[in-house]
């Protein structure tokens, strides 16, 4: 079993960073995959980053050139810098991970941290 616990959420003005950090715990040994979701009201959860256990990254389109996901392995922190915020990055934004080898979602999930970013 693995735990997921986000930080880092809250309000933020536009054009302003914020950095979440999500610490893993529990049967962490080799988390393949590591991510980023997020579900503003409304709308469907979304992928907004991924990154491998070798460092491969994907972004969202809607994120690329502002968001940057990171990982610590020694720490078993993946990481969400997001700069350049827009009031449409307000959502909840949840931490996934999987320990399978190619996965290209999350099997272990956080209990999400809203971000409200205003214009």
């Given at each position: 079993?693995v735990?997921?616990?986000?930080s880092?959420?809250?309000?933020?003005?536009?054009?302003?960073?914020?950095?979440?950090?999500?610490?893993?715990?529990?049967?962490?040994?080799?988390?393949?995959?590591?991510?980023?979701?997020?579900?503003?009201?409304?709308?469907?959860?979304?992928?907004?980053?991924?990154?491998?256990?070798g460092?491969s990254?994907?972004?969202?389109?809607?994120?690329?050139?502002?968001?940057?996901?990171?990982?610590?392995?020694?720490?078993?922190?993946?990481?969400?810098?997001?700069?350049?915020?827009?009031?449409?990055?307000?959502?909840?934004?949840?931490?996934?991970?999987?320990?399978?080898?190619?996965?290209?979602?999350?099997?272990?999930?956080?209990?999400?941290?809203?971000?409200?970013v205003?214009?």
């Amino acid at each position: 079993q693995v735990w997921l616990a986000e930080s880092g959420g809250g309000l933020v003005q536009a054009g302003r960073p914020l950095r979440l950090p999500c610490v893993a715990s529990g049967s962490t040994f080799v988390l393949n995959f590591m991510a980023w979701y997020r579900q503003a009201p409304g709308k469907q959860r979304e992928l907004a980053a991924a990154i491998t256990s070798g460092g491969s990254t994907n972004y969202a389109d809607s994120v690329k050139g502002r968001f940057t996901i990171s990982r610590n392995n020694t720490k078993n922190t993946v990481y969400l810098q997001m700069n350049s915020l827009k009031p449409e990055d307000t959502a909840v934004y949840y931490c996934a991970a999987s320990r399978r080898r190619g996965a290209t979602t999350g099997d272990y999930w956080g209990q999400g941290t809203q971000v409200t970013v205003s214009s």
